[in-house]
Antibody, heavy 119, light 111 residues
Framework: EVQLVESGGGLVQPGGSLRLSCAAS????????MNWVRQAPGKGLEWVSY????????YYADSVKGRFTISRDNAKNSLYLQMNSLRDEDTAVYYC????????????WGQGTLVTVSS | QSVLTQPPSVSGAPGQRVSISCTGS?????????VHWYQHLPGTAPKLLIYGNSNRPSGVPDRFSGSKSGTSASLAITGLQAEDEADYYC???????????FGGGTKLTVL
């Protein structure tokens, strides 16, 4: 069974940093691209960042470009999101999701981890 | 504002049929990229409902169907059930953004 478990969320002050992790199991992690997707309170889903299976191709949404860094460790079956210079508007539940690159859909999602940016 | 446009809400009585539209542009749906649909209940992981415009993953009832034409797509749900009450999102790929794009979400209320 495919499992994705996010961790690392919490309360952080504006301008602060946080590192999210996503532990994958039940599939060959190194064969799949991954995304981070977030949902702010009362808002819809928003794509945040993409990383290819090897880590060689990375994309970011304009809203986080230059502040967030996506990475992965295929030996540890783990995906990461380093978030710096956090803003109030980054408050959201952050999901990691497995991507089917052939058609860019997300076939498995984690339960999410809540990031709250507030003073 | 979301790149893909969905109605904020739809509703229907049990047993009825509802449809949710998703409108994009020439850099996403209109460029030929597939449309996918997700069901999301608060506090849970989003669930893939339709992929590749009209394909259902195993375990998704055939009451759910998807279609795509031009720069738009739609999700149809027949034989509405109380358990279908949730938020529904369409998603595609956008070549100008080099990433996934989502609709703003549609809240389905079963009357």
């Amino acid at each position: 069974e495919v499992q994705l478990v996010e961790s690392g969320g919490g309360l952080v002050q504006p301008g602060g940093s946080l590192r999210l992790s996503c532990a994958a199991s039940g599939f060959t992690f190194s064969s799949y691209s991954m995304n981070w997707v977030r949902q702010a309170p009362g808002k819809g889903l928003e794509w945040v960042s993409y990383i290819s299976s090897s880590g060689g191709t990375i994309y970011y949404a304009d809203s986080v470009k230059g502040r967030f860094t996506i990475s992965r460790d295929n030996a540890k079956n783990s995906l990461y999101l380093q978030m710096n210079s956090l803003r109030d508007e980054d408050t959201a539940v952050y999901y990691c999701a497995r991507v089917r690159s052939s058609s860019w859909y997300h076939d498995s999602w984690g339960q999410g981890t809540l990031v709250t940016v507030s003073s | 504002q979301s790149v893909l446009t969905q109605p904020p809400s739809v509703s229907g009585a049990p047993g009825q049929r509802v449809s949710i539209s998703c409108t994009g542009s020439s850099s996403n749906i209109g460029a030929g990229y597939d449309v996918h649909w997700y069901q999301h209940l608060p506090g849970t992981a989003p669930k893939l409902l339709i992929y590749g415009n009209s394909n259902r993953p195993s375990g998704v009832p055939d009451r759910f169907s998807g279609s795509k034409s031009g720069t738009s797509a739609s999700l149809a749900i027949t034989g509405l059930q109380a358990e279908d009450e949730a938020d529904y999102y369409c998603q595609s790929y956008d070549s100008s953004l080099s990433g996934s794009v989502f609709g703003g979400g549609t809240k389905l209320t079963v009357l």
